[in-house]
């Protein structure tokens, strides 16, 4: 595909009139958009229904409708370096994982540094969004927004859907036989917000996602006892990996991504194993996911083993029913004097404003082209923004995804044909179920680096390590070996950026500033009668070994 994008820049275009683009959401998905079209010279207007930027990761206290909900302890499990946007590193002094104000804090200087308030309408939301009868040959949209009362319609050559996946809550009570008798308390995860007023309960968490372990984590601090109910199991990891770096930086490297492509899958399966039971035992812990060669996004948490190790979570099989106050299990036992149940069971997602037709999901797969396009429309004037869940960082993903979408707005690039876009579905669909399952929480699961590369080659801004390796062998190293990090798509083709190369040789500063609050002084050098005592004891050691 990647050739079939011309190369091009906004320049070529000066003369035309800039095509005009509605961006539907101001999260990171749309602020990112908003740049991506600013960066392309098109003319974007963002609604956004609040009254503010940062989607999910502006906490508020309360919970909104049609919002997506975060708890006051959220911190990021994807880390700094790999999740910044690839012309704007997150400044040095920054922690590798960020609380949610510290990552809303990181957006709200990119949308200062970039200008892209200014695009933004707030406190309006879009109703519809429907094709205008002349949309085979202009592709254009009405876009039918709501503000203070009012409603408003408006032309635009495209649109970018950026509202966002962790809205509408998965409540499977119907799972549940008995909830209706339950006479606890129970909830969504997305109403929990802290720990106040689960002092001494006994809790019961359903699910092991990366909701599941934070919240039983948090309350098992305050409550008398919290239970873990889990179906298949799951790897857990720690953020911190190898030497103490980011695991992201660690695992998402091109090095071991092909590795994980070439080796035969039996021995991938057999290294995966080994690498997510070198913490502990995830069998002893009562975790080990119930198929352990598929490649699920792990839960991140650093503390759920030791809160495990000291009783205060215990991890339970599913449930098979409920009554008053008791939760029974798969495995016949029972949990009496249940006060809380909190239903940590991942989340469904809908656009309402749109056709229905244009984003199924159907037999557990969504039916969009790369995760983005709608195969099935004339003109490709419409893209879904971060409707993915990639095993690495969703941030420079929905960059990427952007910067190819404002490119084939423009007819930069271009798309196949509705019957090859069709094909691509059904095959990436069977290859997610091969790697990731069937489970509703991997629906949009992809793999990372492969997923980042097939976006880059679509503009033209993926690396050539093989060319790059005669002209610059310390840098190819490093991207083939090192952290696959969003830089690297701005070393080339359009929308170069001339500090990349250089944000990639310093990374590891930026990842080990923040630790470095304590001044260390240097060791004193050893003393000079020491060392040659001990380069004396080598030199008769090995005269002794060799005979000499
Ligand atoms: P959102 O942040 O949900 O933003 C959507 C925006 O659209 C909102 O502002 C909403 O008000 C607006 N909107 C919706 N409908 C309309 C409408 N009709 N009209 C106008 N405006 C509308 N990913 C990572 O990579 N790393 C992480 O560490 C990470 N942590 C996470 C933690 C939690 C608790 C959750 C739930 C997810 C996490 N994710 C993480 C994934 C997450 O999806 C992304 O981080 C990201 O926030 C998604 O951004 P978004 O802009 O697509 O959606
Ligand atoms: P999730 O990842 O979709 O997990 C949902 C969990 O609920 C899974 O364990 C699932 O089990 C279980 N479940 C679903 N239906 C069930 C049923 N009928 N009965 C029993 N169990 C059921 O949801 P999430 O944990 O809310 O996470 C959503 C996204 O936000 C993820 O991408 C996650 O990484 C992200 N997140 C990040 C952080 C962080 O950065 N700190 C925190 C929270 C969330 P099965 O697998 O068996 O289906």
Known sequence: MGELCSQRGSAQRQGHMAKKVAVIGAGVSGLVSLKCCVDEGLEPTCFERTEDIGGLWRFKENVEDGRASIYRSVITNTSKEMSCFSDFPMPEDFPNFLHNSKLLEYFRIFAKKFDLLKYIQFQTTVLHVKRRPDFSSSGQWEVVTQSAGKEQSATFDAVMVCSGHHILPHMPLQSFPGIERFQGQYFHSRQYKRPVGFEGKRILVIGIGNSASDIAVELSKEAAQVFISTRKGSWVLSRISEDGYPWDSVFHTRFSSMLRNVLPRAIV????????????????????????????????????????????????????????????????????????????????????????????????????????????????????????????????????????????????????????????????????????????????????????????????????????????????????????????????????????????????????????????????????????????????????????
Not at 312 to 319: L, N, S
Not at 430 to 456: C, H, P
Not at 505 to 530: E, F, N, W
């Open 269 to 548: 399966k057999w290294m995966l194993e080994q690498q997510m039971n070198r913490w502990f035992n995830h069998e002893n812990y009562g975790l080990q996911p119930e198929n352990k060669y598929l490649l699920k996004e792990p839960i991140l948490n650093d503390d759920l083993p030791s809160r495990i190790l000291y009783g205060a979570v215990k991890v339970k099989p599913r449930v098979t029913g409920l009554t008053e106050t008791a939760a029974i299990f798969e495995d016949e036992t029972v949990e009496e004097d249940i006060d809380v149940i909190v239903f940590a069971t991942g989340y469904t997602f809908a656009f309402p404003f749109l056709e229905e037709s244009l984003v199924k999901v159907e037999d557990s797969r969504v039916s969009l082209y790369k995760h983005m396009f709608p195969p099935q429309l004339e003109k490709a004037t419409l893209a879904c923004m971060g409707l993915i869940q990639p095993l690495g960082s969703i941030f420079p993903t929905v960059e990427l995804q952007a910067r190819w979408a404002t490119r084939v707005f423009k007819g930069l690039c271009s798309l196949p044909t509705e019957k090859a876009m069709m094909e691509d579905i059904v095959t990436r669909n069977e290859r997610r179920i091969d790697l990731f399952g069937t489970s509703q929480s991997q629906l949009l699961q992809t793999n990372y680096v492969d997923y980042l590369d097939e976006l880059a080659s679509e503009i033209g801004a993926k690396p050539d390590l093989v060319s790059l390796f005669f002209r610059d062998p310390k840098l190819a190293l490093k991207l083939y070996f090192g952290p696959c990090n969003s830089y690297q798509y701005r070393l080339t083709g359009p929308g170069q950026w001339e500090g990349a190369r250089r944000a990639i040789l310093t990374q590891k500063q930026r990842i080990l500033k923040p630790l470095k609050t304590r001044s260390l002084k240097a060791s004193p050098p050893l003393p000079a009668s020491l060392l040659l005592t001990v380069m004396g004891l080598l030199a008769i050691l090995a005269a002794l070994f060799f005979h000499i």
